[in-house]
């Protein structure tokens, strides 16, 4: 008896990925020991073709997307990274090429990020391609970074740069100049795992900023049941992004608001923020300094006369 | 500023169902203190409307079915369940009561089966109804059940009654009469949880039928280098299956291979029959011999005459 196509495309695409515990993905689940005296951290996400990505993005950075948004969360968390389970469903008439590029890609994150394929599910859809993926960390007890814990007064932090991977998506779709570095912002977040495993104790709070920063910050100043206020001209933008700003001001909410930014926004306490510029030094990745957590709700982006700039979006919504 | 609706809708569907280490869903992952000493055991599967469940099944049996499927991948395992993350893409204009009996689903089956939610995404779609669910469960070191380690002269043996679920879609999608029995063994499968648990150390090799038995059957005799026969009278069928198959007898192979069975298929020393029938009375299900596993290859089905039946379809593939 001949076994079904997918076996072959898993042992072909996917066996090669898969680490110790995964047992060849020929068992009906994986085993892990995890390891001792640590607390797990676990999180998911999934990602639809048209949604997430342009249905045209290479394969080649579909399944790197997917693994580093989720690395992301990890380092929101702080957490060192471990393994993941994926499931995929390929649109009917999906080529081996295609999968091979796409399973390519994952190996060299895997490589960059030292974590392994654990098991998942290969299945085909009518519809668009969608793939959902969940990422394993851990961290020592109690050492997580966590949303709640700013305080009035602590400093905002972001790391990297924003509004890179919004203003990728408009210029792979045509509505900005062509960029090959907004581009790649947009199909390969870089997770800040370094800089996460550095701020476990020193900053008091942390997310990554997925959704857009108004929209992301706000999420942190509302668990500290506090405000927030960003200056603008303090957000720190790439080349490409500042002249795209200069070029066209309007574009300072898609900036602000647009998403897919992962970067890490943290709250720190003023004294610390040595320890903060030094635990980006070593972690390789700048941090700056962009506002205060204040009295009251809501977030507010000021401009550099100290007035409160409007935003007429407020981040990202699927429904 | 308020919050996009996405986040109303978790919090109202979703965070109900989160157990403690969810930390509400509102960070960026969970965290999870693993029992101390154990091994964990973890399996994804993804789920897309049309393909794996009809369209217009009832969303309070959905979510069941996406958790029960893996929770037959840890009952193959002999795990005992922990907790799951889940991904879900609605189709846009899903409504609120749609998703409220989906968690409702849910609800019911994490009480029934001692689990909680972690953790995962919400996301929108234009295509089918996609689900992915991740499940973790654990074992005592070394002890998970494994698909290798089946000897030539084993007991072939399988849980429950097989072919209800594939008689269930043909009875659901009117290619027999309608049947409450065949319907709700598709629509919920039965993971055998508590025999996995009683299987480990006893059975020599076990997995769940969910491609059909014939093909899973085989992944246990190609595992342990060998072949298998199966008596077909001796494979348990219930009540309505015994009816449609003594209607029509060329259903037999639809019953012997076409899946979405989510019994334990499993080997045993002959000398252990006794152990395993109790292991099957003190989880309350049935256990049968339905064949044994011989020199060779391949899975050969017996008449009551000793003659090979010939089997046309070869189980589940999706590509």
Chains 1, 2 share one sequence.
Not at 156 to 170: Q, R
Request: aromatic fraction near 6%; proline fraction near 8%.
């Amino acid at each position: 008896m001949a076994l079904p196509a997918e076996f072959g495309l898993i042992a072909r695409h996917f066996a090669p990925l898969a680490g110790r515990g995964a047992l060849g993905l020929g068992d009906d689940a994986a085993l892990l020991d995890p390891p001792p005296g640590r607390t797990l951290v676990l999180a998911a996400d999934a990602m639809v073709a048209g949604v997430h990505f342009l249905p045209d993005d290479p394969p080649e950075t579909l399944g790197r997307k997917l693994l580093r948004v989720n690395l992301s969360d990890l380092a929101a968390m702080g957490a060192v990274p471990l393994a993941y389970l994926m499931t995929t469903a390929f649109p009917r008439g999906v080529t081996q090429d295609w999968i091979a590029a796409f399973a390519a890609g994952l190996a060299a994150d895997q490589a960059e990020f030292g974590i392994e394929l654990l098991g998942g599910d290969t299945v085909v859809t009518d519809g668009p391609a969608t793939f959902s993926l969940t990422i394993l960390g851990h961290v020592a007890p109690g050492a997580a970074l966590r949303r709640v814990g700013a305080r009035p007064g602590d400093e905002v932090w972001v790391s990297g740069s924003i509004g890179d991977g919004a203003l990728g998506l408009l210029a792979l779709t045509g509505r900005l100049p062509a960029d090959v570095h907004l581009a790649s912002r947009y199909r390969l977040p870089r997770p800040r795992v370094a800089l996460g495993l550095r701020l476990a104790g020193l900053a008091r709070a942390a997310m990554d900023v997925s959704d857009g920063l108004v929209q992301d910050l706000g999420h942190l100043a509302r668990a500290a049941g506090c405000g927030a206020v960003i200056e603008a001209a303090a957000v720190p933008l790439s080349a490409p992004a500042r002249a795209a700003l200069a070029a066209d001001p309007a574009l300072l909410p898609r900036i602000l608001a647009g998403g897919d930014d992962y970067e890490l926004v943290f709250a720190a306490d003023p004294a610390d923020s040595a320890r903060v510029r030094a635990a980006g030094a070593e972690a390789g990745v700048p941090v700056t300094r962009i506002g205060v957590f204040e009295a009251g709700e809501g977030v507010r982006v000021q401009n550099p006369a100290g007035d409160d700039v409007p935003l007429d979006v407020s981040g990202w919504s699927h429904f």
